[in-house]
């Protein structure tokens, strides 16, 4: 999507460890027309999907999530990455290795949120080692719903987590493949798609 990328290639900042730094639009200030054409690029590679839930992860999956959840017309789901006393009855839960927080969660769902006859989405920010969206699958596996597929905004296409969705025989559509970084010169170079 050549807005994003050249929105990446405008603002965003190459760290040290692979890490990518969009927080002046995508994950900490947060630009809402770019997430509207983004929303409206997810509702088209997903057309014909008959998408009745988006699930995402907290924290930085709920923003564009709601955002597309507009285009699609549906409600979102998010799972929480900590327990909390007002989740009442039973939860879904696995767990996921934070890519920057560094640290294992115990992710979890309601089961009042999800299940047989939903037809889900997976939508977050990144993809980097395919932590996030493993977990996030396998709670709709285990709910009985089914998996439609996954739209990330930025795939770190030189982390394993695309091969290894992919592999799962998910349909992964990245907006935005970074073939590589350079936190040296700065330079980032997209995968043609
Ligand atoms: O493919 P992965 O290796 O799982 O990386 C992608 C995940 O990493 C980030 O979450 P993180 O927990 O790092 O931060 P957040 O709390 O800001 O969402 C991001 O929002 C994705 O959910
Ligand atoms: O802001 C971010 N930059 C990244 O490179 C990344 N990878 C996973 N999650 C991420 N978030």
């Known amino acids: 999507m050549k807005l994003l990328e050249d929105r990446i290639r405008r603002d965003g900042v190459v ?6 730094k ?3 639009f995508l994950n900490h200030q947060m630009d809402i027309e770019l997430f509207q054409e983004i929303g409206k690029e997810f509702k088209r590679r997903f057309a014909n999907e008959n998408v009745n839930k988006i699930l995402t992860i907290e924290a930085s999956g709920i923003g564009i999530a709601c955002i597309a959840a507009e285009s699609f017309h549906v409600p979102v789901v998010f799972a929480k990455k900590t327990q909390t ?4 009855g039973e939860v879904y839960t696995t767990q996921v290795e934070s890519f920057t927080h560094g640290r294992i969660y115990d992710i979890i769902v309601s089961k009042e949120f999800l299940g047989k006859g939903d037809r889900v989405l997976l939508i977050d920010d990144f993809l980097a080692n395919g932590k996030a969206l493993e977990g996030l699958a396998q709670l709709v596996q285990d709910s009985g719903a089914e998996l439609v597929g996954a739209g990330v905004v930025i795939e770190k296409g030189f982390q394993r987590g695309g091969d290894a969705i992919r592999a799962k025989g998910i349909h992964l559509e990245s907006l935005a493949i ?8 700065g330079e980032i170079v997209f995968r043609e798609q």
């Open 178 to 185: 970074v073939e590589s970084m350079n936190d040296k010169t």
């Open 22 to 24: 969009v927080d002046r």
């Open 15 to 20: 760290k040290e460890g692979n890490v990518l």
């Open 85 to 88: 006393k007002n989740i009442a």
